[in-house]
């Protein structure tokens, strides 16, 4: 079996005195989109922070691509490829929409095919180019905030609750984007509320709880076990559709 | 995709621009004459293009890195001293009745007093602010103690007494435009600050450095996680902030024809007004903030003497009730 391309291992993260992470264990494969499930507060985010390097891990191990990244600063990861879409989309908003995705690509202006494979995948952002990316409406900013994670091939995108306020058309719309990324050479670790989206994107899923892994196996597995989905997560997939 | 309703145009504000204006006429009436309302504005517009250039780098420190500065003063002290030292020394050279004679001294001492103020800026970032990066109250109580410590050290190298400055010739006196007495020197105060607000308008606006400390004032953790290394950036800013600081320090002693070693201390206050009327990590704020500044202590200054400095903070409590973040609030992650 190939190596996981990231793996956590054990991974304890603090954010001042409180204990957030208890020791998780998990692996995103090579390929595909995993999602990451839990309650409220169980975790789910401060792991996505602690492997991009906001939050610094206090015993573990990250490792990534056959490498450990553990004590590796933000910008170094970013630089390994690794991509970041946090749950306030950190928009530029003072900055247009062009603005935005130009800054997110570090070795210079996107090249044009890459664009209109953007551009197709987020038809708003070609609308709104010159536009203030602060006067976009929460989906359109969600789009922006995916497109600058993937202006350049990226190896890992990190996606904090990407369907979050969004209206039921919008999450359609980032479903379609999902499956299409799932199509390039990209792993997605993808945080998530919305059961029916992680159910219909997901391949591999983790369940948190209390700062702890629970559970992992494939999406599939979970979504057609209501049992288990009452288990880990209190309510069944069923129940949200 | 559906993109939904069209965005509103982003329109530029310029409601805070008009605040220039509105002051100048405001005084007007309350001038006894016209020349000598022209004479007050051209000092106001003058002594604003200084502190803008004194505060322009203080304002970019506090959008980029959160970080309280109380020490920005000494970086204006060492400035003046040092483009003073290099002026006086070329004595021959400022006396001369010609502009080249006088650009040979002028040109060494300012560049003299930015790279001396800039050097200093990236020692103090080393050594006295990074180790209290995200904790306000050290930050204050660290960079007021250095200002001290700063302060102390001019009076060893340079001594306690005030060095009085005398003007190259050519920036000496006036001329006279209509009825009203122009200083020379306030109007090269005025170019020189217009090209250096031009300057950083350019960067900011046109360059992907600049792109990068706009982004970068909004949401240092995100450009962070895009790959650019803020803290790199960070030093950059502040030392350039602090040669600025240099350069309006050095003009600022030409302006006063002095230099003693609380010239910095003595503009903390005033920089901190026109930050805050500003809106705190915004240069265009900054600017027209700084010439309101400069204009509200001239009139004041003239119609009563002993108001001007309360005239700026009324200034500022009133700008903060009209906009409690300032004239251009910077959005903040």
Same mark, same amino acid.
């Given at each position: =079996?190939?190596?996981?391309?990231?793996?956590?291992?054990?991974?304890?993260?603090?954010?001042?005195?409180?204990?957030?992470?208890?020791?998780?264990?998990?692996?995103?494969?090579?390929?595909?989109?995993? =999602?990451?499930?839990? *309650?409220?507060?169980?975790?789910?985010?401060?792991?996505? *922070?602690?492997?991009?390097?906001?939050?610094?891990?206090?015993?573990?191990?990250?490792?990534?691509?056959?490498?450990?990244?553990?004590? @590796?600063?933000?910008?170094?990861?970013?630089?390994?490829?690794?991509?970041?879409?946090?749950?306030? =989309?950190?928009?530029?908003?003072?900055?247009?929409?062009?603005?935005?995705?130009?800054?997110?690509? @570090?070795?210079?202006?996107?090249?044009? *095919?890459?664009?209109?494979?953007?551009?197709?995948?987020?038809?708003?952002?070609?609308?709104?180019?010159?536009?203030?990316?602060?006067?976009?409406?929460?989906?359109?900013?969600?789009?922006?905030?995916?497109? *600058?994670?993937?202006?350049?091939?990226?190896?890992?995108?990190?996606?904090?609750?990407?369907?979050?306020?969004?209206?039921?058309?919008?999450?359609?719309?980032?479903?379609?984007?999902?499956?299409?990324?799932? @199509?390039?050479?990209?792993?997605?670790?993808?945080?998530?509320?919305n059961f029916h989206f992680a159910r219909s994107v997901g391949d591999t899923v983790a369940v948190m709880d209390s700062g702890r892994i629970v559970h992992a196996g494939r999406m599939a597995d979970l979504a057609a076990d209501d049992a288990l989905q009452q288990k880990l997560l209190g309510l069944s997939l069923q129940a949200h559709q | 995709m559906s993109s939904g309703s069209s965005l509103p145009a982003q329109r530029l504000d310029w409601l805070p621009l008009a605040l220039i204006p509105a002051i100048a006429l405001a005084a007007l009436p309350f001038i006894p004459s016209l020349p000598t309302w022209v004479t007050l504005t051209v000092a106001g517009l003058a002594m604003g293009m200084m502190i803008f250039m004194m505060a322009a780098g203080l304002t970019l420190v506090f959008g980029l890195m959160d970080i309280m500065n109380f020490a920005h003063g000494v970086f204006i002290s060492v400035g003046a001293y040092a483009g003073t030292t290099v002026l006086l020394a070329m004595k021959p050279s400022m006396q001369a009745d010609s502009l080249a004679a006088n650009l040979s001294a002028i040109v060494p001492a300012v560049l003299a007093a930015m790279a001396l103020a800039g050097f200093l800026g990236w020692f103090f970032e080393r050594v006295v602010i990074r180790p209290v990066y995200g904790d306000h109250l050290k930050q204050i109580l660290v960079t007021m103690g250095g200002l001290i410590v700063v302060e102390q050290l001019i009076h060893v190298v340079w001594g306690p007494d005030i060095i009085p400055l005398p003007r190259p010739a050519t920036i000496t006196g006036s001329f006279i435009v209509g009825d009203a007495a122009i200083e020379r020197y306030r109007v090269l105060a005025v170019l020189v600050g217009l090209a250096v607000f031009a300057a950083m308008w350019l960067i900011l606006n046109r360059t992907r450095l600049g792109l990068l400390i706009r982004a970068g004032v909004e949401n240092r953790e995100m450009v962070e996680s895009l790959g650019y290394r803020i803290r790199t950036l960070f030093v950059g800013v502040f030392v350039a902030g602090s040669a600025l600081a240099g350069l309006g320090g050095v003009m600022w002693a030409l302006y006063q024809e002095s230099v003693n070693a609380q010239i910095g201390m003595q503009m903390m206050v005033v920089l901190f007004i026109v930050l805050i009327i500003g809106g705190l990590g915004s240069v265009g704020g900054c600017f027209v903030g700084a010439l309101l500044v400069g204009l509200m202590a001239n009139y004041t200054g003239y119609l009563a003497p002993k108001l001007a400095l309360g005239s700026n903070i009324l200034l500022m409590v009133l700008v903060l009730l009209w906009r409690p973040r300032g004239l251009f609030p910077v959005g903040k992650a």
């Amino acid at each position: =079996m190939a190596e996981a391309l990231l793996s956590l291992a054990g991974v304890n993260t603090h954010i001042g005195q409180y204990h957030i992470l208890q020791g998780v264990d998990f692996e995103v494969p090579r390929a595909g989109l995993t =999602m990451l499930l839990g *309650r409220n507060g169980a975790g789910k985010t401060t792991t996505l *922070r602690t492997v991009m390097g906001l939050w610094q891990a206090s015993a573990g191990a990250i490792r990534y691509d056959g490498a450990e990244i553990t004590r @590796r600063t933000t910008p170094e990861r970013a630089r390994l490829g690794i991509a970041y879409v946090p749950e306030n =989309m950190g928009i530029f908003a003072g900055l247009t929409v062009r603005e935005n995705v130009l800054l997110a690509a @570090r070795s210079g202006p996107p090249e044009d *095919r890459r664009l209109e494979w953007i551009f197709r995948l987020f038809p708003a952002l070609q609308k709104f180019w010159h536009a203030h990316a602060g006067n976009l409406s929460g989906g359109q900013k969600q789009m922006l905030a995916i497109a *600058r994670a993937i202006v350049e091939p990226r190896r890992l995108v990190l996606v904090d609750e990407p369907t979050k306020g969004l209206a039921p058309s919008i999450i359609a719309n980032m479903i379609e984007a999902f499956r299409e990324l799932k @199509r390039t050479e990209t792993s997605l670790l993808v945080v998530e509320q919305n059961f029916h989206f992680a159910r219909s994107v997901g391949d591999t899923v983790a369940v948190m709880d209390s700062g702890r892994i629970v559970h992992a196996g494939r999406m599939a597995d979970l979504a057609a076990d209501d049992a288990l989905q009452q288990k880990l997560l209190g309510l069944s997939l069923q129940a949200h559709q | 995709m559906s993109s939904g309703s069209s965005l509103p145009a982003q329109r530029l504000d310029w409601l805070p621009l008009a605040l220039i204006p509105a002051i100048a006429l405001a005084a007007l009436p309350f001038i006894p004459s016209l020349p000598t309302w022209v004479t007050l504005t051209v000092a106001g517009l003058a002594m604003g293009m200084m502190i803008f250039m004194m505060a322009a780098g203080l304002t970019l420190v506090f959008g980029l890195m959160d970080i309280m500065n109380f020490a920005h003063g000494v970086f204006i002290s060492v400035g003046a001293y040092a483009g003073t030292t290099v002026l006086l020394a070329m004595k021959p050279s400022m006396q001369a009745d010609s502009l080249a004679a006088n650009l040979s001294a002028i040109v060494p001492a300012v560049l003299a007093a930015m790279a001396l103020a800039g050097f200093l800026g990236w020692f103090f970032e080393r050594v006295v602010i990074r180790p209290v990066y995200g904790d306000h109250l050290k930050q204050i109580l660290v960079t007021m103690g250095g200002l001290i410590v700063v302060e102390q050290l001019i009076h060893v190298v340079w001594g306690p007494d005030i060095i009085p400055l005398p003007r190259p010739a050519t920036i000496t006196g006036s001329f006279i435009v209509g009825d009203a007495a122009i200083e020379r020197y306030r109007v090269l105060a005025v170019l020189v600050g217009l090209a250096v607000f031009a300057a950083m308008w350019l960067i900011l606006n046109r360059t992907r450095l600049g792109l990068l400390i706009r982004a970068g004032v909004e949401n240092r953790e995100m450009v962070e996680s895009l790959g650019y290394r803020i803290r790199t950036l960070f030093v950059g800013v502040f030392v350039a902030g602090s040669a600025l600081a240099g350069l309006g320090g050095v003009m600022w002693a030409l302006y006063q024809e002095s230099v003693n070693a609380q010239i910095g201390m003595q503009m903390m206050v005033v920089l901190f007004i026109v930050l805050i009327i500003g809106g705190l990590g915004s240069v265009g704020g900054c600017f027209v903030g700084a010439l309101l500044v400069g204009l509200m202590a001239n009139y004041t200054g003239y119609l009563a003497p002993k108001l001007a400095l309360g005239s700026n903070i009324l200034l500022m409590v009133l700008v903060l009730l009209w906009r409690p973040r300032g004239l251009f609030p910077v959005g903040k992650a």
